[in-house]
């Protein structure tokens, strides 16, 4: 295998030559981003058809985005008329039909792979052959229009329904979301996982025993914050929370005691949980070993912990028995919902795959027919799959048409072909999960499949390489649950730049507060006007240059630049403008003449010349608008002062549409 020009050797050519040649093999492929994942699913396609082993009509890929199917059917296109271009005879026919089939294609998500299958078969999937995929908030709707109903019921008869009384009282202390807005959510998520109906299992605990325990515990906590030898000890942050808690309730037992009943205590206690999370952030040390007389500062610490311990235990039990109570209460909810989507006709992405799993599992005679039908499976990023999705696409790939077990398949040599990452499962796309992942790849193996990795990366030169090898390496490693998946260290292909370092760490000019020490809003308020001056330093001076595909080298220039921030916004900041994290590195480029786009951010219509914009769309779209005629004139487009403003609206009006009127001599102008 020939390498292009100043590119190392592959080290996993020999996988990659597998991918391509090997079509009776079971493959599973393992790779990273860059390392050419769709790439080898496409070159297998193209050789399949072109050796004559399958048509493309009878070849299913699937991926899990409609961008990543629409952008997969392009570049097979691609590698077909690549292919067909150095072709010849058999071979050559073989593409030109493939690229005729290629828009019919079963080349799509698992979900319109789905919707297409059950359009073939609605009598036995029990479906209504004119369903519709409900898809920009239909479902959602639907869903909306049954829940407001049942809220109405559960709120008046919320006695019978100590669930939800509970949720209501939790998200109301909370103040996340609105006790409404969070029964919904509860509501909806429990709609699509409706696949699991079985009742969720509720922990044994005695809550009033346990409230009354902790409830004394913060009482004794409370009083040894009273004890304190210095009012600024750092240590109070952490009690103050726990004082708080004990004095609202001894108002409360003072002005109406049948507040403090269960269900007001336990959003209490879990409030409390959610203030002291962040106790182990409080400074342990003092000045003095004693945080009060014969009272060592480190027995207050140990107590204040092993109490927060508790109470962490204690509001996982709570939260899972509230979970477990809801499940139950909500479930005419959820059949309310199945029964309108039903009468409309409407399927949602769950109903996809659950009437797609049940026509397979439980007609014998379509699960043959489609299994006869596909001679060829091959999924894109494996490691976004579900266990519906994977029953489905497992059970099209068996040997056996009688087995509909999925968890028994044993597929047919050659014709399943799994690409993925396991390492992106933590993003838990649609639930999919790394457990189940590796679960699947476990069972497979032992039915005759291979496990190929590809660590070969395209992307990176060896310095990135090298710095992401030694981060994730010593951290990513596998454990026995599988809930963890060891990691494979990429290999680049690129040579290092000979002319520029690849990795750089930009220091922090002004790190260090009046005090001496380094502090957060130090490096936010100095750093961005560092990587402003380098960016600018980058594209204008350094006469640095970067690959560009086929055009080789080319100047490095603003668009090669990315800034990646972990968030957009900070929680505090007194105008949107302060919670902007974006703002004063997009100042410190603007002020520099470099170009920029920026996505994602969230004070931009916050920002002064966006507002002047605005203003003046508002007065062209409505110019008896005079406020934003005056604010139009009075901004940066015009610069019109107050005082000439003032005097000519003492004078006169701003009426454009009636100078309009008098210019084109219309009778009912006004003077």
């Not at 996982?316 to 809801?326: K, M």
């Not at 797609?356 to 894109?380: C, K, M, S």
């Not at 921030?565 to 403008?577: E, I, K, L, V, Y």
């Not at 508002?618 to 003032?646: C, H, K, N, Q």
């Amino acid at each position: 295998m020939s390498e292009a020009p100043g590119r190392k050797p592959l080290e996993d050519a020999e996988a990659r030559r597998r991918i391509k040649e090997d079509l009776d093999a079971t493959l599973i492929i393992e790779a990273a981003a860059g390392t050419g994942k769709t790439t080898t699913l496409i070159s297998r396609v193209v050789e399949l058809v072109r050796r004559g082993r399958t048509t493309l009509d009878r070849v299913v890929a699937v991926t899990f985005t409609d961008k990543a199917a629409g952008e997969m059917k392009l570049r097979l296109r691609a590698g077909l008329e690549q292919a067909r271009e150095a072709a010849e005879g058999l071979e050559r026919e073989h593409l030109d039909e493939a690229i005729r089939q290629l828009e019919t294609a079963r080349i799509s998500t698992i979900h319109a792979l789905c919707a297409d299958l059950l359009r073939e078969r609605p009598i036995e999937a029990g479906v209504d052959p004119r369903f519709q995929v409900g898809a920009d908030g239909t479902d959602e709707r639907l869903f909306d229009q049954v829940f407001t109903s049942w809220y109405r019921d559960a709120v008046e008869g919320q006695a019978a329904l100590p669930g939800v009384r509970r949720v209501l009282r939790l998200a109301a202390s909370s103040g996340d979301d609105s006790p409404r807005e969070t029964l919904r959510k509860a509501g909806l998520d429990l709609a699509q996982r409706r696949d699991y109906p079985a009742a969720w299992s509720r922990p044994d605990y005695e809550r009033a025993t346990l409230h009354a325990s902790l409830v004394s515990d913060a009482r004794q906590l409370a009083r040894t914050l009273q004890r304190a030898g210095l009012a600024n000890d750092p240590l109070n942050k952490s009690l103050y929370p726990i004082a708080d808690f004990i004095r609202d309730r001894e108002r409360l037992e003072q002005v109406d005691p049948t507040q403090l009943d269960d269900d007001a205590t336990e959003a209490a206690l879990r409030d409390l949980d959610k203030k002291l999370r962040d106790a182990t952030r409080f400074p342990r040390d003092g000045r003095t070993r004693f945080y009060a007389k014969d009272l060592p500062r480190q027995s207050v610490v140990d107590t204040r912990d092993a109490f927060a311990a508790r109470l962490g235990a204690y509001t996982t039990l709570a939260e899972a028995d509230i979970a477990a109570s809801l499940q139950r209460e909500l479930v005419p909810l959820v059949v309310a919902y199945q029964a309108l989507k039903e009468k409309a006709g409407v399927l949602d992405f769950l109903d996809l795959l659950l009437k797609t799993r049940d026509l397979l599992v439980g007609d014998a005679d379509v699960r043959r027919e489609l299994q006869e039908r596909f001679d060829r499976v091959l999924i894109d990023e494996f490691q976004d799959t579900n266990p519906l999705q994977a029953e489905i696409l497992l059970l099209l790939t068996a040997d056996d048409p009688a087995e509909a077990d999925w968890r028994e398949v044993r597929p047919v040599p050659g014709k399943l072909f799994v690409v993925g990452d396991p390492k992106q499962s933590i993003y838990r796309f649609r639930r999919a999960d790394v457990a189940l992942y590796e679960a699947i790849k476990a069972r497979l193996a032992e039915r005759g499949a291979e496990v190929l990795h590809l660590s070969a990366c395209f992307r990176l030169v060896p310095g990135i390489a090298g710095a992401v090898n030694a981060a994730f390496a010593p951290v990513m490693v596998g454990n026995a649950t599988r809930s963890q998946v060891d990691y494979v260290a990429l290999s680049p292909v690129r040579e290092e730049p000979p002319d520029r370092p690849s990795v750089i760490g930009l220091p922090v000019p002004e790190p260090f507060s009046n005090s001496g020490n380094v502090t957060k809003g130090q490096i936010a308020a100095s750093y961005p006007e560092a990587v402003g001056a380098f960016v600018a330093w980058l594209v204008d001076e350094s006469g640095w240059t970067v690959e560009s595909g086929d055009r080789g080298p080319v100047p490095l220039a603003p668009q090669h630049v990315c800034l990646l921030f972990r968030r957009m916004n900070q929680s505090w900041g007194a105008t949107p403008d302060a919670r902007d994290l974006t703002r004063a590195y997009t100042r410190a480029l603007e002020k520099r003449g470099v170009p920029h786009v920026l996505v994602g951010g969230h004070a931009f219509h916050a920002r002064p010349e966006v507002l002047a914009l605005r203003n003046a769309l508002t007065a062209v779209e409505w110019p008896d608008d005079e406020l934003s005629i005056y604010a139009t004139l009075r901004g940066p487009l015009f610069g019109v002062t107050d005082d000439m403003l003032l005097v000519y609206r003492r004078f006169a009006r701003l009426a454009p549409l009636e100078a309009l009127a008098r210019a084109a001599g219309a009778d009912d102008a006004p003077p």
